[in-house]
């Protein structure tokens, strides 16, 4: 079992600040090793004086072979290791045994943490690895899906009826693999410390969140065609906008928000769906469904991270998509609400059902 460079600098502090006692002969610790019969052995990492030999021989001349006692290392039942004391004289002194046993405390808690915070490097780093596993695996099945599809394409060339959807299909395959690759980039990020009772952020790494200037065309048209495709094979209505405005701003970030809002819509709620737009002082995109409405006292909470609404508790879910969009909404200078019922926000959305909103400012944030 080793220990950190960190922890023998405890150790040799702890253990010099005994130098104004000569009562002291040696003060050896000791760490616990598992052995293969299952018993622990102990193995010396620190000492005082700071020649093990001379407090080896200083233990040998001391003429009371009652003096050397031992103080457990414990953490609750495992051992952890042993402070050894060799003095002249026993039982202590009243001061000298609390101070003693004030460095076992202090020694105990340092290798627990010490031994835990190598465990969890230990289990980072296997992550790591599996993640670059799974990363280069995933390359292969998708570059054939590339190679098939554009190979599909050109034999449809010319097909104006199924060459878009071949064109969808490479949008999506692109869309996988700057997530596959956002994931290899997660492996070289730093573990940060944070501080107690704070929450991670929700947007997204750096790989996908520095999106280039699109505009809301190209932003919106592959998650439109993908929207109407789904409804078709569900038999659903779809009702998508008819003009889009003349907007630019972040592509990946907005395409993110209105592709979990769509997902949703399609995942959890009944009946027909849609994309409402309309600009004046800022741009308001909603995506509505003419499902059951949400409850009143969830329509705050299912924004929370984890928070899941009743209407999909039996479905498989992370309740990590709303939370995602309206923090994408925010980072935009904007904001995303549910707006309940539908037809608020425009007479001719369905009387029922949900309206999720986004409103972001026409010109994006410098």
Known sequence: MQVSKRFLALLEQQLAQFTDRPDLQALVVYVAVPETSGQPSL?????????????????????????RRWLALRDDSLLLGALRVDADRWPWPDSLSERLEATARCLTEALRLDLEQQRLGRELSQRDDQLRLLVHQLRNPLAALRTFGQLLRRRLDGDPRNLPLVDSLLGEQRQISRYVEAIDHLTDAPALVSSEGATAALLLPPALSQGETQTLEQILRPLLDRAAATANLQGRPWQAPTELPAWQGDGSALSEIVANLLENAFRYSGGGIGVHLNQNQ???????????????????????????????????????????????????????????PANTINPALPAEGNAFQISLPLQPPS
């Open 43 to 67: 193995v010396a990492i620190g000492h005082w004086p700071r020649s093990l030999a001379l407090a080896e021989r200083s233990s040998a001349n001391n003429t009371a072979a009652n003096a």
């Open 282 to 340: 800022r741009l308001e995109l909603s995506v509505w469904d003419s499902g059951p409405p949400i409850p009143a006292d969830e329509r705050e909470r299912i924004f929370a991270k984890g928070v899941r609404g009743s209407s999909g508790s039996s479905l498989q879910g992370s309740g990590l998509g709303l939370a995602l969009a309206r923090d994408l909404a925010q980072s935009l200078g904007g904001d995303l609400e549910l707006v309940v």
